[in-house]
């Protein structure tokens, strides 16, 4: 019964290939995100996305995509991947005008070699 | 969004009330306060939110004064377990689209001793 659950939680993959990560949410929310922690540990918004809008930070790569195939759902694939871009992800989601702020994914350790 | 400004760590032990101040001295009306606490290999868990004044709920309180350009967690009696890293946001209520992104700094670290 997990609120936000991500897959996987570990990722190791060699420099150039490219690679998605999934994110599904239970809440019944309506913005899910995602948001990149790096080893400084600074947690940075990459996308934010709803039914009729996506935002995008604009210091992401497009390398980066999000793609949301419902509204539970929101998966991040990324392109020729770089060692920069090793780090955490979490996706996390909320619920627009409520007041119980985001709820975050358990994360998902990227490793790039 | 305002920044915000805490303290990089702290210490304490088991049993004692823990208050961590952030400062955000750019606060805009429309503007909340969240805190979050992250343990490692985790993700952000939501804490406490507030507007001015104080809140309390069954983990914490948060003491925001009426100038509203600080805000402090209090965490009552703390365990080996409130070690982790807290988070001070401000941001408008409005969560979702352009208007809702949080913006995380470099947070506190606590760290609870026996």
């Known amino acids: 019964d997990t609120a936000v659950s991500q897959t996987p939680k570990y990722l190791v993959t060699q420099m150039g290939n490219d690679k998605s990560i999934k994110c599904e949410q239970n809440?019944?929310?309506?913005?899910m995100y995602w948001y990149k922690q790096d080893s400084k540990k600074f947690l940075k918004i990459m996308f934010s996305y709803n039914n009729k809008e996506l935002i995008i930070n604009e210091t992401v790569p497009n390398r980066f995509s999000p793609k949301s195939p419902d509204k539970a759902h929101l998966n991040l694939h990324i392109n020729s991947l770089e060692l920069g871009d090793s780090a955490v992800y979490f996706c996390?989601?909320?619920?627009?005008?409520?007041?119980?702020?985001?709820?975050f994914g358990s994360g998902t350790r990227l490793t790039v070699v | 969004l305002a920044k915000t400004t805490q303290p990089i760590s702290m210490d304490s032990y088991e049993g004692q009330e823990v208050n961590i101040t952030c400062s955000h001295n750019?606060?805009?009306?429309?503007?909340?306060i969240t805190w979050y606490q992250q343990f490692p290999s985790q993700g952000p868990r939501f804490i406490i939110q507030g507007y001015k004044t104080k809140v309390t709920n069954e983990v914490a309180s948060l003491f925001i004064p009426a100038d509203r350009k600080s805000s402090t967690l209090s965490l009552p009696r703390v365990s080996l377990s409130d070690t982790a890293v807290y988070y001070c946001?401000?941001?408008?209520?409005?969560?979702?689209?352009?208007?809702?992104?949080?913006?995380f700094g470099k947070g506190t670290k606590l760290s609870v001793k026996p």
């Open positions: 996390a989601s909320s619920q627009y005008r409520e007041d119980y702020g985001y709820t």
């Open positions: 809440l019944g929310h309506d913005t």
């Open positions: 946001l401000v941001g408008p209520m409005n969560y979702g689209g352009s208007q809702g992104n949080l913006i």
């Open positions: 750019n606060i805009a009306t429309n503007d909340y």
